[in-house]
């Protein structure tokens, strides 16, 4: 029963990020918490706090505007005091250009009594840079630009 819980909020989060919400994702992280996206480009680096996350999303958001995530599977693990869950999906966006692409990746979230200590996303990177790159050529420059991290 608290998997399925867990499995729910999740698609609530994703919900909310498809809809450009991301307020419901920041008040979900722990007092304590790490937000990771892997790669070196614009939007790679480590979080540590609420400010610098949603400044974080609010450069996902110019970047990929319309980025929408399709949830393909959640396997959630552990006791309530530690939780894994891994979400893999799959997302279309059509950046800042309109130009239309699809990538997949993964979500891992360790969660301490229902609050989310560390969150790790780790996407297709090369199919994330090449949009980067190409926006930036098109004059973007925030695609470029350095990590946001604390």
Known sequence: MYHQIVERKIRVLFAAINNGDVEPVIAGFA??????????????GSRH???????WYGRLFRLLPDINFTIERISVRGMPW???AIVEWRETNSATD????????????W???GKMVRLVILPETHMLCATLQRIA??????????????
């Open 111 to 113: 969660i301490r009594w």
């Open 49 to 55: 706090s609420v400010e610098t996350t949603r400044l």
């Open 98 to 109: 309109g130009v239309q692409t699809s990538a997949q990746g993964v979500h891992l979230v």
């Open 137 to 150: 050529i098109k004059g973007v420059s925030e695609a470029k630009a350095e990590q946001i991290t604390d």
């Open 31 to 44: 007092r304590r918490f790490e937000h990771s996206f892997i790669g070196s480009h614009a939007l790679g």
């Open 82 to 84: 530690d939780t894994v």
